[in-house]
């Protein structure tokens, strides 16, 4: 599964939240890809993805999180992406 956080140098919002989401996540999952993305760097796949503010969360290439998450709400999202993947 791969995570992307989309985030812009300098933020302060981003910065704070950035380490515990990504423990999270490689904690919820086995396979877990976690990337950073610069969003000055990544614009173009950013609009094509949708999104406006940040720090926004993609998983597997899909807008999960047009804003910041909790902690909780990136393992429920984890957790359910991951049981879909299994039934199918």
């Given at each position: 599964m791969k995570i992307?956080?989309?985030?812009?140098?300098g933020c302060d919002k981003c910065a704070a939240n950035r380490e515990s989401l990504k423990t999270a996540a490689e904690h919820a999952g086995s396979d877990i890809q976690w990337l950073e993305l610069d969003v000055l760097k990544n614009m173009?796949?950013?609009?094509?993805?949708g999104?406006?503010?940040?720090?926004a969360i993609a998983i597997?290439?899909?807008?999960e999180f047009p804003?910041?998450?909790n902690v909780k709400q990136l393992?429920?999202?984890i957790t359910r992406k991951s049981t879909a993947a299994e039934r199918s």
């Open positions: 992307e956080l989309f985030y812009a140098p173009d796949y950013a609009v094509d993805l999104v406006l503010t940040l720090p597997d290439g899909v807008l804003a910041l998450p393992v429920e999202a």
